[in-house]
């Protein structure tokens, strides 16, 4: 004796959006400017 | 100040190079290698501490990001800080991260996004459903089918609590 089938929900797909927002900051200023040597990069 | 002043800018400002380089090639074990070549001289270079817990993110090493946020408290890291808890299944405290970071002030779109997905493993569905449709609304990315599977997921957790009518999605 076998018990009727019934329907189950299934856990539903859950995707990671933020994981998207896990970046480097910006390097800009720190990184070495072609073109500016001699300028002042900081100031 | 002149450039490469010192030997120690020097390797700073190489180190840099390469975490950039790495980091753009999506090598994060490489970068964070550069990233501490930088903290072994200047170990309180916040945009370096602030490179080495993306790296450890990126590497999945979230109980190493968050000892490391802990241990240097870099409170300004509230997203990435949140982001670990989240992940190390503290979804109580990872709310309460952002909760008390944000104040009145209304989320940016990193923050709005993982708390989002917070309450959805609090099972807030409620919140997180309004959550999302505000999300959806006001965002155009190229993860807009991601997002609206995952409203669904919402929706469908919802539509089990017989007490409550099953919500329509946008």
Known sequence: LTPDMEPIPCKPLFFDLAMNYVELPSLEDKLEQEGKKGASITG | MSKDATPKEALIKAAYADVHKFGNNREFDKAVKAVNRILGVAPDDPTALHCKVVCLLQLSKFEEAYK????????????????????????????????????AQPLPPNLKELRTQILYRLERYDECLDSYKDIIKNTSDEYE?????????????????KNKDVPEVP
């Open chain 2, 68 to 103: 490391f946020i802990e241990k240097n408290r870099l409170s300004s890291l509230v997203f990435e800080k949140s982001y670990c808890e989240y992940r190390l299944n503290k979804q109580a405290q990872a709310l309460k991260t952002i909760d008390d970071a944000a104040g």
């Open chain 2, 145 to 161: 089918d991601e997002r609206r599977t995952n409203l669904s997921a919402v929706a469908a957790n919802l539509a089990l609590d």
